[in-house]
Each structure stands twice: as structure tokens, then as C-alpha cells.
């Protein structure tokens, strides 16, 4: 209790003054020596201040010191960007000590007679800042062996040799990992970052978000591996190879899934995933053919999950360049004046060709439906209400899809 109210509540209703304490305490004292005033204007620094409070504060609410990564995910991430930055990891250390030293100053100040309740919230705040700077030198040692290896990282060597076709037992005998039997091959796209709470944010640097989810990447796949992970996120996407031992395909695929699953519940985020179970002579025709499923899952707007070539068969080779490709997306072209015209017939064929369906989901009489696609049988020159000709419009969309998706995703586009 402070002033006769839960500390958790007095310490939020003060949060902006307890901030603005800090920052000014940061730049009288930083790590370089010289007063800084213009660290008073750093939105970044007053985000990370600020999410310390709010962390220190459900911390006395939920009467639990012994937060870890996944509870803190932006403090780890935070203070491996400050490695990226080229930071020494005591400056960090002592804009840590000097931050919470100036907000337990600040709630003297504030704060009642009452020297009990200050005791309590020193203790407190002690226990806080134990488990908070393991933590943020747990993200700013990772991050910086990172970056002090580079390329030349004897693991970064194994992943390479291994996705390049090189022979990979030099990097493997070099990196002491050792090669699996077989390799989860992964591609990745992740979903955009949630935020339920922008306000909290504020000044938050977008690497610290890349740096939390690509550590979280890391921390699922390990928890499902039979060995040492090598991946790479740049966010949104990512290559993982996640050794596994031979087994039949449909327990890689079983065990694929899993890992999906888990890592969109810690992102908060969809994911999708292409993936491939192969020995490590194949991981390259893998990475390339995970490629080019998971452009076609995406493109073709597919839910979320890990897809195997086995399940997108059909519009894998119905998308294979050649002369037919180039004749089927022709034949769309017409479409490009009539948008709501190719939504129905994107719906036609989604709803498994049923008119009905279509017209309640494009919230149609179905006899508009009929019309529709009646216009499109005669600017297109096949009719997708025909039976015959349903397999045509299921490719040409497919192929649409796809095309639209390589011109979106294009740095030209």
C-alpha cells in the first residue's frame, strides 16, 4: 500500500511523472559521462521506461517476481537492439540501475510518511530489477555473439552449406553441431505483429519487435526439435531447418503442424508455413519447392497452418510456367474492367462451384450469380457453370492469383 491505495494502483495513476523522472535522471547521468539532454526527447528510451512500469506493475498485482522471456518478450528484444546498435553491455546495465533508482527516488518523493510501505516497495523493486537485467543481458548476449560472428558463424556456415547444395560436413565439423538424418525444411510468412494498445508503443523501434518475434521463431522450433535449429527471420518471413529424426511422413507432418501451431499462439499472429521432410543431400530442392508452395498458399489466400505439396497438388501443377499458364491467364484478362465479376467467380469456385452458396456469401440473388457468370462465359470463352469447364476456371484463377500476387509483391510494383 502507498497513500492507503495498492501499490500497483498508485504507481499507475503517477505513471507519466515517475517516466518523466527517470528520463531526466538518464540524461543527467548517462553511461558516457556528459549530461545528454536530448535523452529526454528519446521516444524509444521512453517507451522501454514505460514498459519496465507497466511490467513492474503486474508484477505487484499478480504477486509474481519471477517473470521470464515470455511474459517480457519486448525487454529481451529491446535489449538485443541495443547490441545491433553497437551498445556496451555495461552502458545498458547502467541506464537500467540509474532509471529505477530515479522512479524509486521520484516515489519517495511522492509518496507518504509511511516508511513501511516503502520498504515493501523497495523490496519490491529490487526483486524487479534482479530479474529484469538477467533477462535483458540474456537478449543483449545473444544478439551481440550474433553479430561479433556474422557469416562467419560456424552455424550460419552450416545452414548455408546446407540450403546452397555444398557439401555440408566441413561447416558441420567446424560448427560441432553434426549433421541430422533428416531436416523439417520451413518457409515462413508471419502475420502482422498485434497490438492491442498502441499508446504503449510509442517511440518503440520496429526492430525490437523483429528481434522479439524472431526470437520467439527460434524458441518454438527448439522445443520441437531432436537438435539445434538453423534459422533466419528477417520479419515477416523466414527459412528454418529444424533437424528431425527419420520417421514416416506423416509423423514429420504431425510434428510440423504442431510446431505451426504453437508458434502462432506465442506470435498472437497467423502464420503460414510450407515445409518439406527430407535427408540433407535434398534440403536445397526442399527450400526451393517450400518457396514456391508457400507463394501459391499465400497468393490463392489459403488459412493459416503448414501446407506439404501433398496438399496443394492440383494447383502446384496447374501453376507450373509454360504455354497453357500463359493461355489460361490470358483468358482472365477480360476481368481486369469487371472486379466485382472475377469476386463471384473467386467465390464460385471456393464455394466447390455452388450458385447458391456464392450468392449468400456475395450476398446476391442467385440469379445475379447466373448472370454473372454468364458474362464471364462469353468475354472469357469457357463457361465455369458447365461441369466440363469447371477445371479451366479453377486453374485460371489459381494462376490469376499468383500472377497478381509476384506483380504486388515485385519492388517495381
Not at 288 to 302: G, I, K, Q
Request: aromatic residues 6%.
Amino acid at each position: 500500500m502507498l497513500d492507503a491505495m495498492p501499490a500497483a494502483d498508485w504507481l499507475r495513476d503517477r505513471r507519466q511523472p515517475l517516466i518523466a523522472r527517470a528520463l531526466d535522471a538518464l540524461a543527467e547521468q548517462p553511461p558516457t559521462g556528459a549530461p545528454d539532454p536530448t535523452r529526454v526527447h528519446d521516444a524509444e528510451l521512453r517507451w522501454i521506461i514505460g514498459y519496465n512500469l507497466d511490467l513492474f506493475v503486474r508484477t505487484l498485482e499478480t504477486d509474481r517476481p519471477d517473470f521470464d522471456e515470455e511474459d517480457a518478450p519486448d525487454l529481451v528484444a529491446s535489449a538485443a537492439r541495443r547490441a545491433s546498435d553497437g551498445s556496451a553491455v555495461e552502458e545498458l546495465l547502467h541506464d537500467y540501475q540509474v532509471g529505477i533508482s530515479a522512479m524509486w527516488r521520484a516515489a519517495v518523493d511522492l509518496a507518504g510518511p509511511d516508511g513501511a510501505d516503502l520498504v515493501d516497495l523497495t523490496s519490491a523493486m529490487q526483486a524487479y530489477l534482479l530479474r529484469a537485467t538477467t533477462l535483458v543481458l540474456r537478449g543483449f548476449q545473444h544478439e551481440a555473439s550474433r553479430i561479433s560472428l556474422g557469416e562467419r558463424d560456424a552455424r550460419f556456415a552450416l545452414y548455408s552449406a546446407l540450403l546452397s547444395g555444398d557439401d555440408p560436413q566441413v561447416a558441420a565439423q567446424r560448427s560441432g553441431l553434426g549433421l541430422a538424418s533428416a531436416y523439417l525444411v520451413l518457409r515462413l510468412q508471419l502475420g502482422p505483429d498485434p497490438e492491442t494498445n498502441p499508446s504503449a508503443i510509442l517511440g518503440r523501434a520496429v526492430q525490437v519487435s523483429e528481434h522479439r518475434r524472431a526470437n520467439t521463431v527460434q524458441r518454438i522450433l527448439s522445443t520441437h526439435a531432436d537438435g539445434d535449429v538453423l534459422a533466419l527471420v528477417r520479419d515477416p518471413v523466414g527459412t528454418a531447418l529444424v533437424p528431425v529424426d527419420l520417421s514416416p511422413t506423416d509423423e514429420g507432418q504431425t510434428r510440423a503442424r504442431l510446431m505451426i501451431d504453437s508458434l502462432a499462439e506465442s506470435l498472437g499472429s497467423a502464420v503460414h508455413a510450407a515445409a518439406a521432410v527430407v535427408a540433407p543431400e535434398d534440403v536445397p530442392v526442399a527450400a526451393a519447392l517450400t518457396d514456391d508452395v508457400l507463394e501459391l498458399v499465400v497468393a490463392t489466400a489459403r488459412e493459416p497452418g503448414v501446407y506439404f505439396l501433398e496438399d496443394v497438388l492440383v494447383p502446384y501443377q496447374l501453376t507450373r510456367p509454360g504455354p497453357a499458364r500463359t493461355l489460361l491467364e490470358e483468358r482472365l484478362r477480360p476481368l481486369d474492367l469487371h472486379p466485382e465479376w472475377e469476386a463471384t467467380l473467386h467465390a464460385y469456385v471456393r464455394s466447390g462451384f455452388d450458385r447458391r452458396a456464392t450468392a449468400t456469401q456475395l450476398h446476391l440473388h442467385p440469379n445475379s450469380v447466373d448472370y454473372r457468370l454468364g458474362r464471364i462465359a462469353t468475354l472469357c470463352g469457357f463457361d465455369p457453370a458447365q461441369p466440363a469447364e469447371r477445371a479451366t476456371a479453377f486453374a485460371a484463377i489459381c494462376i490469376r492469383d499468383l500472377a497478381r500476387h509476384r506483380a504486388e509483391a515485385s519492388p517495381s510494383a
